[in-house]
């Protein structure tokens, strides 16, 4: 492994600073803080090690404070690609994996918004609809984040996230489209029993894994599908577990080996929130009281439809800033 030493000033708050040595050592940064150079300064030491990717080099860095209603907006449309994102945000995530696997830490700058405290100019010169994420590029804006993981996979250089072979192209599609409804069957089975409920959508995962051979993912190498599924996966196997002691592993090996394998992409792994964090997110934003009997009820606020929740949980994870 290769040991990178960087030495730089930055103006934080104790909070913030705090943060960043969270952060820090989340994603494998090593960092001191020396002594305060001057005031609200402080020396850092940044010392990252460089992990083997399956695509491009890893480069570790320290997700730039979220921008809010008090902040400065930066140079817009100067030239300078920028993802526009939120930390906790799963669809964020999504771009930001597509970025850091295609290695374009360097093209692409990560802009974070803080969506409880958005700052005007976001919505009014950069993204009308006001969402994370979204890609300033080429003198436009561009969101929703599955159509930017085809974008930034087709319009920039990098490892293809995509293959040749028209049949893994085929099933991509196909599991892409259903993203939607995986994703409303679960988070529906939060209303009743996920044990029953959810089962047998971690159950089509697991088939689906069993499509090719040549790899762990869904279409044998790593590619745009992990970039659409996984912020979600990763995030209901924390919560099932924590709250309702459901292995979504249990009984299905191809699901345990696909999220061990993925977990070694570091592509992924500096994007990953706080498992606690998570959970303690889900509880506090779901409004919900947790039964701990053995159907493991769970009284989420009285009549919720489908779509209701599946809003409640989009903006239980979207207006969380770091």
Known sequence: ????????????????????????????????????????????????????????????????????????????????????INGQCPFAQRTWITRNYKGLQDEIKLVPIDLQNRPAWYKEKVYPENKVPALEHNGKVIGESLD??????????????LPDDPTKQQFAEEMIAYLDTFMKNVLTSFKGDPVKEAGGEFDCVETS????????????????????????????????????????????????????????????????CDPKFLVQLYKTRFMVVF???????????????????????HLSLLQASS
């Open 1 to 84: 492994m290769t040991a990178v030493v960087t030495k730089a000033f930055i103006k934080l708050p104790p909070l913030q600073l705090y943060r960043y040595r969270y952060r820090c050592k989340r994603i494998s940064w090593h960092l001191k803080v020396s002594d305060q150079a001057a005031s609200g300064y402080y020396r850092l030491n940044l010392s990252t090690r460089s992990h083997s990717l399956m695509a491009a080099s890893a480069v570790e860095e320290v997700l730039p404070p979220h921008l809010n209603s008090t902040s400065e907006p930066p140079p817009l449309f100067d030239g300078t690609t920028r993802l526009y």
């Open 148 to 161: 930017l993981i085809k974008y930034i996979d087709s319009n920039f250089e990098g490892p293809a996230l």
């Open 209 to 272: 894994l069993q499509k090719f051979d040549d790899g762990p993912f869904f279409l044998g190498q790593f590619s745009q599908v992990e970039a659409a599924y996984v912020p979600f996966i990763e995030r209901f196997q924390i919560f099932l577990q924590e709250v309702f002691n459901y292995d979504i592993t249990s009984g299905r090996p191809k699901l345990a080996a696909y999220l061990e394998e993925v977990n070694k992409i570091d592509a992924y792994k500096q994007t990953k």
């Open 291 to 313: 039964l701990t009997s053995a159907t493991y009820s769970l009284i989420v606020v009285s009549e919720m439809n489908v779509i209701e929740i599946a809003q409640l949980v």
